[in-house]
T-cell receptor
Framework: DSGVTQTPKHLITATGQRVTLRCSPRSGDLSVYWYQQSLDQGLQFLIHYYNGEERAKGNILERFSAQQFPDLHSELNLSSLELGDSALYFCASSPRRQGTEAFFGQGTRLTVV | GDSVTQMEGPVTLSEEAFLTINCTYTATGYPSLFWYVQYPGEGLQLLLK?????DKGSNKGFEATYRKETTSFHLEKGSVQVSDSAVYFC???????????????FGQGTILTVHP
């Protein structure tokens, strides 16, 4: 158990809908990262928050947004969903801003139908 | 930009065979290097890491040495077990700013299957 909790584990929704994925980092970790894993793109970095502030953006679509709350949990919001958004979404946390390993949750499998 | 290239898979071995999974990287500065493992239906688990040149990371019989001159971080294990069957990802975290800040850049993953 990595100590990172993601909910829900599975999500099935229709095209055009909006979903929210939730992540609770390890106790004390200030950094939260979101990654998307798909068969064709592999593991892609989406966004990084540190202590409530956005620190870096990767290949994140404009339809996607995220935030980190004062209690350090994070949410990834995906809207106007398309079939191609079907993927495994991972959250990871680490204690510092960079250069250290990240601890991953078990992921949320999103299926858009 | 930063990138990680892993040997193409899948890799199929018999139990007790020697394992090597090649990993090379491109990065600015001096990255930290990692191997993560993903078992079926689970998230990624850190297997080992190295933070500077010539460091050797090791865990559960797996080893990898940070080779700056060849920009490589190959994963090795002397005797694999059926329970090692999983997907292995090489990754780097490069110091920097902007879009590279703090993120991990992953290779494409190598599927390892070990038969009894």
């Amino acid at each position: 158990d990595s100590g990172v909790t993601q909910t829900p584990k599975h999500l099935i929704t229709a095209t055009g809908q909006r979903v929210t994925l939730r992540c609770s980092p390890r106790s004390g970790d200030l950094s939260v990262y979101w990654y998307q894993q798909s068969l064709d793109q592999g593991l892609q970095f989406l966004i990084h928050y540190y202590n409530g502030e956005e620190r870096a953006k990767g290949n994140i679509l404009e339809r996607f947004s995220a935030q980190q709350f004062p209690d350090l949990h994070s949410e990834l919001n995906l809207s106007s969903l398309e079939l191609g958004d079907s993927a495994l979404y991972f959250c990871a946390s680490s204690p510092r801003r960079q250069g250290t390993e990240a601890f991953f949750g078990q992921g949320t499998r999103l299926t858009v139908v | 930009g930063d990138s990680v290239t892993q040997m193409e898979g899948p890799v199929t071995l018999s139990e007790e065979a020697f394992l090597t999974i090649n990993c090379t990287y491109t990065a600015t500065g001096y990255p930290s290097l990692f191997w993560y493992v993903q078992y079926p239906g689970e998230g990624l688990q850190l297997l080992l890491k190295a933070t500077k040149a010539d460091d050797k990371g090791s865990n559960k019989g797996f080893e990898a040495t940070y080779r700056k001159e060849t920009t490589s971080f190959h994963l090795e294990k002397g005797s694999v077990q059926v329970s090692d069957s999983a997907v292995y990802f090489c990754a780097l975290s490069a110091p920097g700013s902007g879009t590279s800040y703090g993120k991990l850049t992953f290779g494409q993953g190598t599927i390892l299957t070990v038969h009894p």
